[in-house]
């Protein structure tokens, strides 16, 4: 089997636009990692993974973060980020299998990602790309982590435009090529519960049977107006829809 440094590549996992992810062994210790390794030994793909690394480590400890465990260079010049391994599918997967959320547990995953957000935020990381593809449920099913912090920026503020997002994904301001802000999580979290919900994502409405406050909630999010969205220095949406939550259901 290859081998990248120290670790032993079991699987291949993933693939982004400039990164492979792998399921990996660590040779001596025998700790599964994830492995995510440039494509190609080219400078700015190397500085993508290492700009991606430093958020990571930041982000650390918090239980929906993957926690960082090492940064290197291979010996074919390709940086390689080591994380921990996260058993389970992603939430695009989960659903592409057929399966279902109801109301309240897709509003439940809804809280725990806004949990994570607010985390992020208050340590200036703005996600950027959110979308079903990054959300990880992991193999218990009552528990998420957040992934792909390939395209996240620090403070907001820091950059003049979007450093990247997924067409079908992005909010309006990100289509505009402007700077992501913490609004563009939240509307990103809007397309999460959207998405575990049922929603139709190409005209973006709910099924029927999904209750008034829960859609109203969920259009507030992905509101076209970043200012208009809750946001935890004017309406805080984790508050907001934990107070549903105990009113719904």
Not at 213 to 228: H, S, V, W
Request: glycine share 10%.
């Amino acid at each position: 089997m290859t081998c990248i440094g120290h670790y032993r590549i079991k699987k291949q996992i993933g693939e982004g636009s400039f990164g492979r992810v792998y399921q990996a062994e660590h040779v001596r210790l025998k700790q599964v990692v994830c492995l995510k390794v440039g494509k190609n030994p080219f400078p700015e793909f190397t500085k993508l993974l290492r700009h991606e690394a430093g958020i990571i480590r930041r982000l650390s400890g918090h239980p929906a973060i993957p926690a960082f465990k090492n940064f290197m260079i291979a010996e074919n010049n390709t940086g390689v980020l080591v994380m921990d391994f996260i058993e389970g599918c992603s939430l695009a997967q989960w659903l592409k299998r057929g399966n279902r959320m109801g109301a309240e547990r897709a509003c439940l995953l809804t809280a725990l990602l806004l949990e994570a957000l607010r985390f992020c935020h208050q340590q200036g990381v703005v996600h950027g790309d959110l979308k079903p593809d990054n959300l990880m449920l992991t193999k218990q099913g009552c528990d998420l982590k957040l992934i792909d912090f390939g395209v996240a920026s620090f403070e907001p503020g820091s950059c003049s435009r979007a450093l990247g997002f997924t067409l079908f994904y992005a909010a309006p301001e990100s289509l505009r090529n402007l700077p992501p802000i913490p609004e563009t999580d939240i509307f990103g979290a809007g397309w999460i519960l959207l998405c575990a919900l049922g929603g139709d994502p190409l005209t973006q409405t709910l099924p029927g049977t999904v209750p008034k406050a829960i859609r109203e909630f969920c259009g507030q999010l992905m509101d076209p107006e970043p200012m208009r969205r809750p946001c935890w220095e004017r309406k805080d949406p984790l508050k907001w829809l934990n107070r549903l939550l105990l009113e719904t259901f």
